[in-house]
């Protein structure tokens, strides 16, 4: 089973930055995604980035594109998500997941990912 535990949230005022962290355990398999959600207030969980191994490509949102960036450290277990010139409308839950043998069509399906961290509170106000 995998485990993904979310860190890095906190409270900054728009214009600022964040880097978001989920520490992977657990068996991933040899063909897994791992990706980044967003859950707004009142609003649903959105697709914000991903990665998909063992081919190592990216996936992003149009949107969010120069602002935010997705990476991994493979030897620490460990994605992040970088967020620069966050606005308030960045604020929500972010929260990691896993996908096992994803496909390019499947990858920004909420619904194929079978496992989630907890998510981590990021708040954007002035």
């Known amino acids: 089973q995998v485990q993904l535990v979310e860190s890095g949230g906190g409270l900054v005022q728009p214009g600022g930055s964040l880097r978001l962290s989920c520490a992977i355990s657990?068996?991933?398999?040899?063909?897994?995604?791992i990706a980044w959600f967003r859950q707004a207030p009142s609003k649903e969980r959105e697709f914000i980035a991903a990665?998909?191994?063992?081919?190592?490509?990216?996936y992003s949102t149009d949107s969010l594109k120069g602002r935010f960036t997705m990476s991994r450290n493979s030897t620490r277990g460990t994605v992040y998500l970088q967020m620069n010139d966050l606005k308030p409308e960045s604020t929500g839950v972010y929260y990691c997941?896993?996908?096992?043998?994803?496909?390019?069509?499947?990858?920004?399906?909420?619904?194929?990912?079978?496992?989630w961290g907890k998510g981590t509170q990021v708040t954007v106000t002035s």
């Open positions: 997941a896993s996908q096992v043998t994803p496909i390019a069509s499947t990858i920004r399906t909420r619904g194929r990912y079978a496992n």
């Open positions: 657990g068996g991933t398999g040899n063909s897994y995604a």
């Open positions: 990665i998909r191994r063992p081919n190592g490509a990216t």
